[in-house]
């Protein structure tokens, strides 16, 4: 697992899963390899009640309703389509589904423009079929086709950016469950095989760039999953990323929670003044997610560690806040610059603490990108 970047869930969780496993008494659908209670620890982790002799961790924060609707939906013969906004853990949860499930998160195929029906079908080994014509042998299954022939979960992320022709070729696969293969005489279907399921992933902000059809719609149960705004919530998915991160890049590095504290409500307040805006052009075009969060203090704390004293301070996060939200200029720095003058300065006379030396930061930071 270290010599991997960033390992699946199934690789970085082996271990736990395999304990789970071998404790799970639990009915199981199909070819589970946990039963659905076991799943939903797996991802929500343990409590005392639970009465396990080991402590199971908590992965993905957020309703359990919106986990065990998940569940019972890949336990149907529906798909599942969970959709919100950027940076709400949508492909986190899919991911830690089908680890959980079938031990493979990675049989994926990426929604875009240039997504064709092969990419959700199958292609073929050009040199093979020169060389002996096309069979099963020469025929390269998409990923979508070895869930199916394997029992698994296939996983379609950024369902909406695909074009209609490929949500139409998904319509044939999750209802009648085969993919027929009219270039072979014989073998010439796939039939999925029980435990087959598609976890899709939509952005509600791509919503009438490709809307799905009535048809697609009706084949998925739709999840929901909302922005975080509870901030013990938040605090706990922020510390949890930030621990993984130091962890991988070893680093020693304090987060103080009072810096923590400045992050969040920075976050906070961001969001209260875009839900007031009028318009677009007085909205950062950042969604403001705790993905985003996470990501200005990953840079912070590397930079921090790297180019800082080994230390982190108001004056980094503030940098790192303004250079990862500021995407547009002049629009973004605007904003950030109204903010920092009618938020940040008050509040800094007010309260003291971190925030004099975030401003001064965060005015530096902005002056160096004007």
């Not at 086709?145 to 074009?163: D, H, N, P, Q, V």
């Not at 469950?177 to 014989?186: A, G, M, Q, T």
């Not at 610059?337 to 509040?347: A, D, I, Q, T």
Request: glycine content about 6%; some cysteine; aromatic content about 6%.
């Amino acid at each position: 697992m270290s010599d991997l970047l960033r390992a699946p869930a199934e690789i970085k969780y082996a271990e736990e899963l395999e304990w789970l496993e071998s404790i799970d008494d639990n009915p199981k659908p199909f070819s589970w390899r946990l039963s659905p209670k076991m799943v939903r620890l797996f991802i929500l982790g343990s409590e005392r009640s639970d009465g396990l002799d080991r402590e199971i961790s908590q992965k993905w924060y957020g309703d359990r309703s919106f986990v065990e609707r998940s569940i019972v939906t890949l336990a149907s013969d529906r798909g599942l389509l969970l959709i919100g906004d950027p940076g709400t853990g949508k492909s986190w949860l899919a991911e830690l589904l089908s680890a959980a499930i079938c031990r493979n998160s990675t049989l994926v195929v990426q929604g875009t423009a240039g997504t064709t029906e092969d990419h959700i079908k199958y292609s073929w080994n050009v040199s093979m079929v020169i060389a002996k014509g096309q069979s099963r042998e020469s025929m390269i299954p998409s990923p979508i086709m070895t869930a199916m022939e394997s029992g698994a979960i296939g996983r379609f992320e950024e369902l909406t950016r695909s074009t209609s022709d490929v949500q139409d070729a998904l319509i044939s696969i999750l209802s009648e469950k085969y993919i027929s293969v009219p270039e072979l005489d014989s073998d010439s279907i796939v039939f999925a095989k029980p435990g087959f399921s598609i976890i899709a992933t939509a952005n509600s902000r791509d919503r009438g760039v490709n809307d799905l059809s009535s048809a697609l719609k009706r084949r998925f149960n739709f999840v929901r999953i909302p922005v975080v705004t509870n901030k013990k919530s938040e605090v706990e998915i922020v510390r949890f990323r930030t621990e993984e991160l130091l962890r991988r890049h070893q680093i020693e590095l304090e987060v103080p929670p009072t810096l923590l504290d400045v992050l969040l409500q920075s976050f906070a307040d961001l969001r209260a003044s875009a839900a007031a805006a009028g318009s677009d052009d007085e909205k950062l075009e950042s969604a403001l997610s705790t993905a985003e969060q996470i990501g200005v203090l990953e840079d912070a704390v590397l930079h921090s560690n790297f180019f800082g004293e080994r230390a982190l301070t108001a004056r980094t996060l503030a940098s790192s806040l303004v250079g990862s939200l500021a995407r547009r200029e002049p629009e973004d720095l605007a904003i950030l610059n109204k903010y920092l003058h009618g938020v940040v300065e008050p509040r800094s006379k007010e309260e003291g603490g971190s925030w004099p030396e975030f401003l001064e930061g965060g005015r530096d930071a902005i002056a160096t990108l004007s």
